[in-house]
């Protein structure tokens, strides 16, 4: 049980027809209904901190609280910095122990995003972590940065095979219709598979990872509106679409606007049903065994990843 980059789990991934679940953090309940979920299903598990939680829970709590889940759950588990805006932030996740560092450079033009992405390689590389990059832009939110719908382009393949070759990177995002959030698609779902299909082609070697692969099941809105939220016309990503994307080189998916919508669900059912109660275990417990419950259907059902650690 340890610290372990993405190497070993990609290249198996590669292999079949699976992906890794990646799943966003926050606090203690979300790590450890995640972590319970990989173990009951023994699957490979990366859980990724991004720049808001960092600031929201301070680095030192998520890193001992990854650690513990390491010590406690007996598994390998990939520490990752999801969406790394700059060498900085980049580099003090490699320094503070992360075995895997995302640097976006989505929003710059090709060559400096090469430039920038390389500078992250170079030095991740000498720490022995692993470094993700972005090219193409996804619709959403990114953290601070706001991408408008009209503005977002799919990822070129030929500027894909380019990027990984001039930078080294050793797994690259794609945009093929995907974006962050609980807001997805006005009309129709739609994911360019041709293009990944492409990609892949120029890049068979290489992971590819899928952002913003929610699917804002319905179900989850309706429990959240049932009790109160205001959560209208939210869509995202049916399940057959990214069950297709792992079946084509994609080996990472990231996932956390379904576990949001989970814990909300659930911890807004309590409230309503419990009125009286204003103990925080008696409903961040329930909301920890539905996050374990959400992890569990997205590693088996869409996923394809039990058994594969
Ligand atoms: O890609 C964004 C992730 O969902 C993280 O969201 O920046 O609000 O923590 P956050
Ligand atoms: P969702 O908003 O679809 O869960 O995507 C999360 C993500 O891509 C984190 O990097
Ligand atoms: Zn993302």
Redesign the pocket.
């Given at each position: 049980m340890a610290f372990v980059t993405t190497r070993e789990m990609f290249a198996k991934s590669l292999q079949g027809d699976y992906a890794v679940g990646a799943f966003?953090v926050?606090n203690m309940e979300i790590i450890q209904g995640i972590v319970d979920a990989a173990k009951i299903e023994n699957a490979p598990l990366i859980l990724q901190v991004?720049?808001?939680?960092r600031k929201y829970a301070k680095p030192i709590y998520l890193l001992k609280l990854v650690e513990a889940a390491i010590e406690d759950s007996g598994l390998d588990i990939c520490l990752h910095l999801?969406?790394g805006e700059d060498f900085d932030i980049c580099k003090k996740c490699v320094d503070d122990g992360f075995t895997s560092v995302m640097f976006d450079g989505s929003k710059y033009p090709l060559a400096e995003n090469i430039a920038r992405t390389k500078e992250v390689v170079e030095y991740a590389h000498s720490k022995s972590v692993v470094v993700e990059a972005e090219l193409g832009r996804l619709a959403g939110i990114?953290?601070s940065i706001k991408v408008d719908g009209r503005s977002a382009s799919f990822t070129d393949p030929e500027e894909a095979a380019e990027f990984v070759a001039k930078t080294g990177v050793d797994s690259l995002a794609v945009a093929i219709g995907t974006s962050?959030g609980a807001y997805k698609f006005k009309g129709e779902p739609f994911l360019d598979f041709e293009r990944l299909e492409q990609i892949r082609a120029l890049l068979p070697g290489t992971p590819l990872v899928l952002?913003g692969a929610s699917t804002v099941l319905p179900e989850f809105v309706a429990r959240c509106n049932e009790y109160g939220g205001n959560i209208p016309g939210a869509k995202g990503v049916p399940e057959e679409m990214i069950r297709t994307a792992c079946k084509h080189g994609v080996c990472k998916v990231?996932i956390?606007?379904d576990l949001r919508l989970a814990m909300t669900a659930e911890i807004r059912r309590y409230f309503i049903e419990n009125p009286a109660e204003f103990d925080p275990r008696k409903y961040l417990g329930p909301a920890r065994d539905a996050i374990r419950d959400m992890v569990q259907h997205k590693i088996k059902n869409v996923l394809g990843a039990s058994n594969q650690r």
């Open positions: 966003n926050n991004s720049a808001g939680a999801d969406h990114e953290d962050h952002h990231n956390d606007t």
